[in-house]
């Protein structure tokens, strides 16, 4: 379960180093309402408050969200401080990250 995690992560690097992720609230927010973002992650030690606005504004949009990642794991995964909100607005890294992530669950 560790590696297909690691996996995931790795994954989330190599989008962002090809431009396919959003990062932070705003730019995430907009991309959403733009209809730009195929799937959002939002840390798990976010604050309640705001781990409920995003998963509502996803179900609205119909974007399927995951949150089993935590700040740390996210900021590392894509080199930038304090990460909570990652959007993918890729198609094909979504397919690849969905299968990482369903050998996770």
Not at 13 to 41: I, M, W
Not at 59 to 77: G, K, R
Not at 91 to 98: R, S, Y
Request: overall charge positive.
């Amino acid at each position: 379960m560790l590696l297909n995690k690691e996996k995931v992560l790795k994954t989330l690097g190599l989008a962002r180093r090809a431009g396919k992720v959003a990062s932070g609230e705003d730019n995430v927010l907009k991309l959403l309402r733009e209809n730009k973002l195929k799937f959002v992650f939002i840390a798990s030690d976010a604050s309640k408050k705001q781990i409920d606005k995003f998963t509502k504004k996803c179900f609205y949009y119909n974007v399927d969200v995951n949150n089993d990642f935590t700040c740390e794991e996210l900021s590392n995964a894509i080199g930038k401080p304090m990460c909570k909100y990652l959007g993918i607005t890729d198609q094909g890294f979504l397919d690849a990250l969905k299968k990482s992530l369903m050998e996770v669950l």
